[in-house]
């Protein structure tokens, strides 16, 4: 579904990116993991458009989406939810929701779809006009991925689900998005610092280091792998 092909890219005239080449299958819920500054979130800018892709090519359901905007990779099928907080603090559940789809004109049809999402997410059925700002951290990145669901899309992509959350919380959050992957088919691309929680819940996984993809294969694979255990799993 996603093929990333070989990608240079980074800031001003550095790249930080040097042939970085992943791939997700249609229904797959796949892990990126690495150290700090390894370009993780790099990568999901390159793949999003907001920065340039240099070398190399970004394709997605046989489209070749390099260099789109991020208006026009939303619009092929990818939501994306950032590393960084991105709720409106001073709105409510709904219009959190509703920000998801602005374009849409038909109010009907918004309603609908945010009964959609609540059905998804119980939880925040029951807090609708609750300010999303007086939220807990693992209720705020719900309601990013349920705005993130607001226009259907073919793929998710997320960047550290589980950052500044509990470890209870962010394995909350994470059998969410498994869930998700598995009762509604979405296909899922994340990036997680926690790696073992990460991998524990996806089919596949990749390492990146200094801006290189360095192990991939099934998430067993790498949670058996010596080098990955030494690495990144604390032995
Ligand atoms: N806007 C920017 N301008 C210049 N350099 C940047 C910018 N954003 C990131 N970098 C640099 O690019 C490198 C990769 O950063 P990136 O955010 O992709 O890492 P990451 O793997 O997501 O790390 P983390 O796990 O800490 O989120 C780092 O050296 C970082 O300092
Ligand atoms: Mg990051």
Redesign the pocket.
Same mark, same amino acid.
Not at 34 to 45: D, E, H, L, R
């Given at each position: 579904m996603l093929i990333v092909e070989n990608i240079y890219a %980074?800031? @001003?005239d550095?790249d930080?990116l040097h042939g970085v080449s992943l791939h997700v299958n249609p229904g797959e819920m796949v892990c990126v993991i %690495?150290?700090? #500054?390894? #370009?993780?979130?790099?990568?999901?800018?390159a793949i999003y458009g907001l &920065?340039k892709v240099r070398q190399g090519r970004v394709l997605f359901d046989d489209r070749d989406i390099t260099n789109f905007k991020p208006q026009q990779v939303l619009q092929a099928g990818i939501a994306i939810v950032p @590393?960084l907080r991105s709720v409106f603090p001073q709105m409510s559940v709904m219009e959190n929701l509703e920000l998801g789809m602005y374009l849409e004109k038909n109010q009907k049809r918004i309603e609908q779809r945010i009964e959609y999402i609540f059905t998804l997410f119980p939880e925040l059925s029951q807090m609708r006009e609750r300010l999303a700002g007086t939220m807990s951290g693992g209720e705020q990145r719900m309601l990013e991925i349920g705005r993130s669901l607001m226009l259907e899309p073919k793929m998710l992509m997320i960047?550290?689900p589980s950052?500044g959350l509990a470890p209870r919380i962010s394995q909350a959050v994470f059998k969410n998005i498994q869930r998700l992957n598995r009762e509604i088919n979405l296909t899922v691309l994340a &990036?997680e @610092?926690n790696a073992r929680q990460g991998l524990e819940v996806s089919h596949r996984g990749y390492v990146?280091e200094l #801006?290189k993809n360095t192990f991939e294969g099934a998430t067993s694979a790498l949670l058996e792998n010596p080098d990955v255990r030494r690495s990144f799993l604390g032995g």
């Open positions: %980074g800031y @001003q550095l930080i %690495g150290p700090n #500054g390894a #370009g993780k979130s790099t990568v999901f800018k &920065i @590393q960047d550290e950052a &990036i @610092q990146l #801006g």
